[in-house]
């Protein structure tokens, strides 16, 4: 705590500094002619915002690429071994195979239900859709280390025989069966974490696809009911292509998050029985481990896979933007 309370008030009093000094070029480049005010005053404006762009992210991944080509204590150069051994390490193969479950499965399952209930919920009074939609997105104002917290005690696991305290194992050994350890036995495990990710995001999604359900015009909805269209045939024919952009924004967001991930994994299991994810398996190598060059290549390879979807996401966003 020592050490850190320099290094926070060095930052603060830098980023202050900073942001002095470009008020007071701002004041300067005030008195100059206007032909140079007019050429200098957007640099000087965007002037801090490029400073601590450039300070806290920019520098920070060029620093983690160029340790991604060194040896766990970063003082000497290694080549490529880290990425070899990204690729052919079995436990980062089966932590890789585990980030794709969760980016097919999070996403997809999220959206679903995120659509149902924003459809579903239309249909009901103002009041009952308003509590309906509340409850729904409730979990949003929990912490990620909260709702791993809560699902413990429904996942809970007690031997045969003793009194079960968690909701899931009560209720399969009321039915007669034998509690089971959700965190333990592969691959119900990895699904167990994805439900509580699942559970979090669900009212995000329900409540963007509701607007976007409820900015359909209302006479193309009409327009097939008097064709005879079905409700179902309405909904998927009608209603779901003019609010794609919106499935695929919120889809792409949420998959971002689940490529960021690590709370869930590290509170519940910590990356055991199979279920680690690339996020926590850097904190592993970082902290646990000390292996710094293998934690900078993971995150490079994060970096990798993130920005591709990042730059889709603000495209698909301005499509939207523009078509409104």
């Known amino acids: 705590m020592s050490s850190l ?67 766990a204590s970063s003082d000497a150069y290694v080549g490529g071994e880290n990425y070899s051994w990204l690729v052919t390490e079995p436990t980062v193969r089966e932590t890789l195979f585990n980030n794709l479950l969760w980016i097919v499965f999070v996403p997809t399952v999220s959206v679903l239900v995120g659509l149902a209930v924003a459809t579903l919920a239309d249909r009901l009074s103002t009041r009952w ?69 699942v559970w979090l ?37 009608v209603v779901v292509p003019q609010i794609l952009s919106t499935v695929a924004v919120v889809t792409t967001t949420i998959l971002i998050l689940v490529l960021k991930v690590f709370d869930i994994v590290r509170v519940t299991t910590n990356g055991r029985f199979g279920t680690d994810i690339v996020a926590n398996r850097f904190i592993t190598e970082l902290i646990t481990f000390r292996q ?10 994060l970096i990798l896979a993130t920005v591709p979807v990042m730059i889709w996401n603000i495209r698909r966003f301005r499509e939207q933007e523009a078509t409104r």
């Open 129 to 197: 859709e308003n509590v309906t939609k509340s409850t729904i997105f409730l979990p949003m104002a929990i912490s990620f280390v909260g709702a791993s917290t809560i699902w413990g005690f429904v996942y809970a696991w007690r031997p045969e025989g003793r009194p079960q305290i968690g909701l899931l194992n009560a209720i399969v050994t009321w039915l007669g069966g034998a509690p089971i350890t959700w965190y333990q036995t592969s691959p119900i495990n990895d699904y167990a974490l994805m439900i509580i990710m």
């Open 292 to 301: 710094f060059g293998h934690a900078a290549a993971i995150v490079v390879a």
């Open 201 to 237: 995001q669900a009212g995000f999604a329900m409540v963007l696809l509701s607007a976007a359900i409820k900015s359909v015009p209302e006479d193309t909805i009409e327009a097939a009911r008097i064709d005879g269209a079905t409700e179902a045939q309405t909904f998927f024919r």
């Open 5 to 71: 309370l320099p290094a926070l008030i060095a930052i603060v009093v830098g980023v202050g500094g900073v942001v002095l000094l470009f008020w007071v070029l701002n004041m300067l480049v005030e008195r100059l002619p206007d032909a140079w005010e007019d050429r200098l005053k957007p640099l000087v404006f965007i002037g801090p915002a490029v400073f601590i762009v450039s300070a806290f992210l920019v520098y920070p991944a060029l620093d983690t690429l160029r340790r991604s080509f060194m040896d």
